[in-house]
């Protein structure tokens, strides 16, 4: 059993505790990794903030990560003691239907027990204070050590900084994936991004990288305008600066609508603008933002008839252990950005710092 320091989510709406914590070792199939860096993301922030259906405390949040393999348990073949590597919320089992189907990258080996917050064998490797404590996404990333499924986890690079490959857990690769494979954006096409947070700049990179000629950056914090055009936003608006509704605006401005819009903000009224904002006969609108549970997506089905496709996608359609070493090489050899989503450098006991950062937008 190794002792460490963890953030511990204790309950609902409270911040984040630095505990210590007992990691135990890791069972069969399974692997215990040192974390060295992780990111925060909006998704921890949901969970904590007691709106995820799914919640359950106490719990170590955090997806985005990147460390070394301490130990392994019995059977674990892909990856040993020493290894860089990358954990992952979406496992690739390369077993189940979905993994074996090249239209999807949502393996179900483990989703159950995952989205209980516990291993695969129903129990949990955390300990404090005497407590269970549940794990979160199938990573928990906020703690020194963590311990994963063998099928969650990426071998990657030796090579590759930590502290800036974390991003690809989750982030980078969701919005990069979701222009490059869920919509297969097209050299010479107009993408409307709506929200130009970490996801929404990936998604500019990867229309960027498919060779999109306008790509318009739709947000109403302004102060994120120019780093949406260092990553390749033509230009930028705000919904606060017309009468009119943003989907009309756009319509107005591309001769009929974009060929690709994308959501990357969660809100499903968003959702139905940036649908909207389409153009008839062949526009395709990508749901990547996760909305709050409960809540519906509404659109006037001639939207649909006339010609418009809606769609959706989880870590940018990527099968995981096979995509994350890629993109990482990518990363390295310059043909991604990386450093440039990376706005502020905390040490752990932090953390709270960091969600305030990012609910504040900066």
């Not at 060929?259 to 903000?265: A, N, P, V």
Request: hydrophobic content about 40%.
């Amino acid at each position: 059993v190794i002792k460490c320091k963890a953030a511990v989510a204790w309950g609902a709406g409270k911040p984040l505790s630095i505990e210590e914590v007992e990691v135990a070792p890791p069972k069969a199939h399974e692997v215990r990794i040192k974390i060295v860096a992780t990111a925060v993301c909006h998704t921890d922030a949901y969970t904590l903030s007691g709106a995820d259906p799914e919640g359950c405390f106490p719990v170590i949040l955090g997806h985005e990560g990147a460390g070394i393999v301490e130990s392994v348990g019995e059977g674990v073949t892909k990856v040993k003691k020493g290894d860089t590597v990358i954990p992952l919320y979406i496992p690739q089992c390369g077993e189940c239907k979905f993994c074996k189907n090249p239209k999807t990258n949502l393996c179900q080996k483990i989703r159950i027990t995952q989205g209980k917050g516990v291993m695969p064998d129903g129990t949990s490797r955390f300990t404090c204070k005497g407590k269970q404590i549940y794990h979160f996404m199938g990573t928990s990333t906020f703690s020194e050590y963590t311990v994963v499924a063998d099928i969650s986890v990426a071998k990657i690079d030796a090579a590759a900084p930590l502290d800036k490959v974390c991003l690809l857990g989750c982030g980078i690769s969701t919005g990069y994936g979701a222009a490059v494979n869920t919509a297969k954006v097209e050299p010479g096409s107009t993408c409307a991004v709506f929200g130009l947070g970490g996801v929404g700049l990936a998604v500019i990179m990867g229309c960027k990288t498919a060779g999109a000629s306008q790509i318009i950056g739709i947000d109403i914090n302004k102060d994120k305008y120019a780093k949406a055009k260092e990553f390749g936003a033509t230009e930028c608006i705000s919904p606060q600066d017309s009468k009119k509704p943003i989907q009309e605006v756009l319509v107005e401005m591309t001769d009929g609508g974009v060929d690709y819009s994308f959501e990357c903000i969660g809100n499903v009224g968003v959702m139905r603008a940036a649908l909207e904002a389409c153009h008839k006969g062949w526009g395709v609108s990508v749901i990547v933002g996760v909305a709050a549970a409960g809540q519906e997506i509404s659109t006037r089905p001639f939207q649909l008839v006339t010609g418009r496709t809606w769609k959706g996608t989880a870590f940018g359609g990527w099968k995981s252990v096979d995509s994350v070493p890629k993109l990482v090489t990518d990363y390295m050899s310059k043909k991604i950005k990386v450093d440039e989503f990376v706005t502020h450098t905390l040490p752990f006991d932090k953390i709270n710092e960091a969600f305030e950062l990012m609910h504040s937008g900066k």
